[in-house]
């Protein structure tokens, strides 16, 4: 999967979606820790659209447990060709934790997206950065999701976005919470590689999403006609 360019995924935990996302996505997240039978649903996949697989623990807005289950079911998701993306939180990651799973991802050269999620709050500008900065150090992508309580900490996300991508990084973010659900739309603008969207508005997986079609639309409207955001 290539994020040299912007990617918006359509966020769900039923493959069933993928139909209907595909006029709108250029892949699809699939949340593991919300399906019934993950792995089966993966074995079953036949459609058109790559999938991020995402299997986020409780700690970070998942709906599984941490430990050991949830990791290798991860790992056996990299056997699916339809994968090509993996999502996988940077406290587990600096834990050691996650040494297989990156292991097998780069055996198979699928994209490694490396997380953090702070729902109670953005941290200062410095801290933001350090946390790409580590993230972008042990996978391609660096996402970081942080909750916004005012217009400014949208204005410091978006200025860390910036730097980082006109110093090369892939980095993809975003603020949760009403007051940063504009982020959605406009982080794109400042460098974020990747959106995340539900196909329907009922199966938001983070605060403050737009549903799918929306979300395109705004993105589309505020890169313009030629379809591409300043580099």
């Known amino acids: 999967m290539d994020f040299e360019s912007f990617v918006l995924a359509a966020a769900t935990t039923d493959l069933g979606d993928e139909p209907a996302a595909r006029a709108d996505a250029d892949a699809v997240e699939f949340r593991l820790d919300g399906a019934a039978a993950p792995l089966s649903a993966l074995e079953d996949y036949a459609g058109e659209l790559p999938l991020i697989a995402t299997n986020r623990p409780e700690a ?11 990791l290798e079911t991860l790992r056996s998701a990299l056997d699916h060709d339809a ?13 050691g934790e996650a040494d297989a799973l990156l292991r097998a ?17 953005t941290p200062p500008r410095e801290e933001l950065r350090d946390l790409l900065d580590r993230s972008g150090s042990e996978g391609d992508v660096a996402k970081l999701a942080v ?70 639309d705004l993105i589309d409207r505020l890169r313009g006609p030629d379809g591409c955001a300043e580099d």
């Open 60 to 70: 970070e807005g998942g709906a599984v447990p941490d430990g050991p289950e949830r």
């Open 83 to 95: 994968v090509g993306a993996v999502d996988v939180e940077l406290s587990t990651v600096e834990r």
């Open 105 to 121: 991802a780069r055996a198979r050269d699928t994209r490694v997206i490396v997380s953090t999620h702070d729902f109670e709050g």
């Open 147 to 216: 909750t916004a309580a005012a217009p400014e900490d949208v204005l410091d996300l978006l200025t860390v976005t910036r730097a980082a991508t006109r110093e090369g990084d892939l980095v993809a973010t975003m603020a949760m919470g009403e007051a940063g659900r504009h982020s959605r739309a406009v982080a794109p603008l400042y460098g974020s590689r990747i959106g995340y969207a539900p196909v329907d508005p009922a199966g938001a997986t983070a605060p403050g999403q737009y549903d799918l079609a929306t979300l395109r």
